[in-house]
């Protein structure tokens, strides 16, 4: 069966004063284990406004504009069945019969729910739009009842009272949002939707029929020009709080059959992010320009289920309340033992040999909480130079570590294994054994195993020359730019072994780093 969109809009406006619009948007997409052929997901709006400014009784000068919109919405979710199973068919001609794997299974959410809004919004501008100002009220039938929306913007440098010579620009503007997860759904449908009637593809059955999560979002901004903005500061500082939200796949019972679960819960996004320009030159021959942007980000789960323990990888960074999502654990190493074997420390410092959840302790963040880039531009008349900076701190990553047994295995580090008795002393890689998985688990999932991983890269370096206007005059071409490029010049790293972080597989495998590449450009107008 194919897929059905629809989506329409018709609209009114009389005088600039008054005016309606009605929108309806649906998706219809074929669900073969439904009730129906098709899952309709749908979205009905009608809306009114009145723009009181324009009206002759409006005597406020110092309000510029002032609007009023209600708005009434009906979002009906798609019906599925309640069991979404993901599964594949294989046939098995030896024995005459068919075989399902089942890869997935999840009960749906989006079972049909209908949420019925009324809202109110009023958009004002004051002080020749110096001020703007949008907050919006809405009330639902289903979930959340009550939210409330808003954003305040002000051009400061630009008022009558604010004279300092060296300001030339100071702009401030907060935002406080509140999403629930049928306006998400609604949201992802109107941004796929094309202008004029247009359509849109947005599955009914997306994420095996879960719900988006809800957010809350706050978010502070300031913009500081000094010198004619020859030097500029901006800075945003963001709070997102998101609920019932699949975070991720989790290690699960084995006697399910499945290797991981989904589970639901909160996550906080929050973090600021900074630019800093500088025109640190600027002669008419020789120019020097310098931005340096850096940015703070952690990704912290609340209300996580506790996942019960295994000795798997994906218990090792699965969700923990209070942590940020991208965390990793890894057993308390104790060293080799006087057989070579490895040891991990429990919680009262007591060895073991046996992968224990006492046994772990916190190694810290995969993805580095603090980046940046530092990119600069000189140019000499028509020359230019253009280096760009990447930086990446606070973060970690596991490094190998070979667990010998019957399979092969190459890594260098081989050549420093125990090899008899004293040599615990002098190495962490375990003597040669038999295969045991608790054994190799241990060796390669412990904390001797963690190195820093921030690095400095220098990400690229232009060159290049702009020929001059007057010897492309009367010709067809109006512009020529020749540039040649390279990227990924140099590495500076914080560990030890001088690992590109980038190149680092979660098992701490390391793969091919990135190529240096060379790069000759044309960028031409006619």
Do not use: C
């Amino acid at each position: 069966l194919p897929n059905l969109t629809m989506n329409g809009s018709v609209g009114y406006d009389y005088a600039k004063r008054y005016g309606a619009k009605a929108d309806y948007s649906a998706v219809r997409i074929p669900d073969v284990a439904g009730e129906t052929p098709y899952a309709t997901s749908s979205n009905r709006s009608l809306s009114g406004f009145w723009q009181i400014d324009n009206e002759d009784f409006f005597k406020l000068p110092w309000i510029s504009s002032l609007k009023f919109t209600a708005t009434g919405n009906e979002f009906k979710v798609a019906k599925l069945s309640s069991e979404q199973i993901g599964a594949s068919q294989i046939v098995q001609t030896l024995y005459n019969n068919t075989a399902y794997r089942i890869s997935t299974f999840n009960l749906a959410e989006q079972r049909g729910q209908i949420n019925r809004s009324l809202s109110g919004q009023i958009d004002a501008q004051f002080y020749k739009r110096l001020i703007n100002l949008r907050i919006g009220y809405t009330r639902n039938s289903t979930g959340q009842r009550d939210q409330w929306n808003a954003r305040l913007a002000y051009n400061i440098a630009e008022s009558p009272f604010f004279n300092v010579p060296f300001i030339s620009s100071l702009y401030t503007d907060v935002t406080f949002q509140d999403i629930n997860p049928f306006q998400a759904l609604a949201i992802s449908m109107n941004a796929s939707s094309l202008a004029d009637g247009g359509n849109f593809n947005i599955p009914a059955n997306s994420s095996l029929g879960l719900l988006p999560a809800y957010t809350k979002n706050k978010e502070a901004h300031v913009f500081l020009g000094l010198n004619k903005d020859r030097y500029s500061i901006d800075l945003r500082y963001y709070l997102r709080v998101t609920g019932g939200l699949a975070l991720g796949n989790y290690p699960t019972d084995p006697s399910t059959g499945l290797q991981s679960q989904i589970l639901r819960s909160e996550r906080v996004n929050k973090g600021w992010e900074i630019a800093l320009r500088a025109a640190i030159f600027n002669g008419d021959d020789f120019s020097w320009n310098v931005t340096l942007n850096a940015a703070y980000n952690i990704n912290q789960a609340l209300n996580v289920p506790k996942v019960n323990y295994s000795a798997t990888t994906g218990y090792l960074i699965a969700a923990r309340n209070g942590y940020a999502t991208d965390n990793l654990w890894s057993y308390n190493w104790a060293g080799l033992d006087e057989q070579g074997d490895p040891q991990i420390y429990t919680s009262n410092m007591e060895k073991t040999k046996v992968p224990d959840e006492l046994a772990l302790i916190y190694s810290g963040r995969t993805r580095a909480p603090y980046s940046g880039a530092l990119i600069q531009e000189w140019r000499y008349r028509n020359f230019f130079v253009a280096p760009r900076i990447m930086f990446y701190f606070g973060h970690v990553m596991r490094n190998y570590v070979p667990a010998l047994g019957p399979s092969p295995d190459n890594n260098i580090q081989i050549r420093d294994r125990w090899r008899k008795p004293g040599d615990e002393a002098f190495t962490d890689i375990a003597r040669i054994s038999f295969d045991d998985y608790s054994r190799r688990f241990i060796i390669q999932n412990s904390s001797n195993s963690i190195l820093p991983a921030d690095y400095v890269r220098l990400r690229e370096i232009q060159v290049g020359y702009d020929v001059p206007a007057s010897f492309l005059k009367g010709k067809f071409i109006k512009s020529l730019t020749v540039s040649m490029q390279m990227e990924n010049v140099a590495l500076w790293t914080k560990n030890d072994l001088n690992i590109d972080p980038e190149t680092i597989s979660p098992t701490g495998r390391v793969r091919l780093s990135r190529p240096k590449n060379y790069i000759l450009s044309l960028r031409m107008s006619f």
